[in-house]
């Protein structure tokens, strides 16, 4: 008996499940000893070895969720046009919702249509800021309000005003806004580009809409973005335009 006792002590391999388990039980256990031990640099190269490709898989993984999630959303609604606004701060959420109901009168929308309105998209927080990028890139957003220094690192995804010589008709120079983009010329080289792609908001309709005394009064902005949308459908683009102008600068004899 004491022999197979003996025999039943040396039968399990170095390599048997019940050590592995244990050994790598003790690694995560130096893992989290390790990590706790290391400084500011060090465990700043430990992120970026171990930890930042899984969490930017992670990113990417939860931004096509959202996008597959997003669109589905939208056909489900029948969104046809969206009205962002960059931060509560800004506009008088009524108000605003006011002209978003003129605007599907404008569009003449079927019956399950509608305009969207999302007020404090990217100023409520960084997932707020994400969430507005992400959308943007999609080109599920239409218009955008938001100050000049919101929008100009992403001035490059809006649309020519100066473009069209009606636009500019409807425009006057005093509301224009010009903003300028990094871009490519000929040579493929780098270069940059000033457009009018913005109308001060205080000469639209939705000037109403800034709170009194509102220190953003001055420095907010409408912008239009160059989606698929516009291409098929620029008599949206082209109304919206004509009514985001034509209450406030020409019939208010500004």
């Known amino acids: 008996m004491a022999q197979n006792i003996e025999n039943k002590k040396t039968t399990l391999s170095d390599d048997a499940s019940i050590y592995?388990?244990?050994?790598?039980?003790?690694?995560?256990?130096?893992?989290?000893?390790?990590?706790?031990?290391?400084?500011?640099?060090?465990?700043?190269?430990?992120?970026?070895?171990?930890l930042l490709i899984p969490i930017l898989i992670g990113i990417v993984v939860i931004i096509a969720v959202f996008f597959f999630v997003r669109s589905m959303f939208r056909d489900q609604q029948h969104i046809q046009y969206t009205v962002a606004v960059m931060s509560t701060k800004y506009l008088e959420a009524d108000k605003v919702q006011e002209h978003i109901d003129e605007l599907e009168k404008v569009f003449e929308l079927e019956k399950n249509d509608r305009v969207e309105l999302e007020i404090g998209l990217g100023k409520t927080a960084n997932a707020g800021m994400a969430e507005f990028m992400t959308e943007l890139m999609a080109g599920t957003l239409d218009v955008i309000i938001g100050t000049e220094k919101d929008l100009e690192d992403v001035s490059g995804h809006f649309i020519g005003l100066d473009e069209v010589d009606e636009v500019l008709e409807l425009v006057p120079?005093?509301?224009?806004?010009?903003?300028?983009?990094?871009?490519?010329?000929?040579?493929?080289?780098?270069?940059?580009?000033?457009?009018?792609?913005?109308?001060?908001?205080?000469?639209?309709?939705?000037?109403?809409?800034?709170?009194?005394?509102?220190?953003?009064?001055?420095?907010?902005?409408?912008?239009?973005?160059?989606?698929?949308?516009?291409k098929g459908e620029l008599s949206k683009y082209w109304r919206s335009i004509q009514y985001v102008m034509g209450k406030s600068y020409y019939e208010s004899g500004s």
């Open 20 to 50: 592995q388990k244990k050994e790598e039980r003790d690694s995560s256990e130096s893992v989290k000893n390790n990590w706790s031990n290391l400084k500011g640099k060090e465990k700043l190269k430990y992120f970026k070895d171990y």
């Open 173 to 230: 120079e005093e509301a224009r806004v010009s903003m300028t983009y990094d871009t490519k010329d000929s040579d493929g080289k780098d270069s940059a580009e000033t457009v009018m792609c913005g109308i001060k908001l205080k000469y639209t309709v939705f000037a109403d809409c800034i709170p009194e005394g509102s220190r953003y009064a001055d420095s907010l902005v409408l912008v239009f973005v160059r989606t698929n949308q516009h």
